[in-house]
């Protein structure tokens, strides 16, 4: 009997891998994104030419606003309000170092 179990789990295995549904029984592709965005930072500079992103179907920004408890994005303001002045829609993010400073500190770097 010992023998029997186990040619048992093995016949069945396949039958259950063939079976198991697919993203594409649900009607799901793999699709390309259709959207594109840019990823703005101090490295860049302030001087960002928005009208050129906007003519190769750029939609959003989000721009680097500051960096673990102390260092802030110095084009923050300019990145920020060029890319809504040129109709992009924008958000702000904040680089975490948690081994530089704790969480609450950092979250509050943001705010100063």
């Known amino acids: ?9 093995l016949a069945t295995l396949p039958t259950f891998i063939l079976a198991s ?6 009607g799901l592709q793999k699709r ?3 959207v594109e965005g ?3 930072w101090d490295i860049h500079g302030g001087a960002v030419d ?3 992103w ?3 179907g750029i939609k959003y920004a989000y721009v680097q606003a500051t960096k673990s408890s102390s260092l802030k994005n110095q084009y923050f303001e300019q990145q920020y309000s060029g890319a809504g002045t040129a109709g992009i829609f924008r958000g702000a993010w904040h680089y975490a170092f948690p ?5 609450k500190t950092q979250a509050e770097s943001p705010i100063r």
């Open 1 to 9: 009997m010992r023998s029997f179990i186990p040619f048992i789990a």
């Open 21 to 26: 549904p697919t993203p594409r029984d649900y």
């Open 32 to 34: 390309e994104p259709t």
């Open 38 to 40: 840019l990823d703005l």
């Open 50 to 52: 928005y009208s050129f």
């Open 54 to 56: 906007t003519a190769l």
């Open 99 to 103: 081994s530089q400073s704790d969480g």
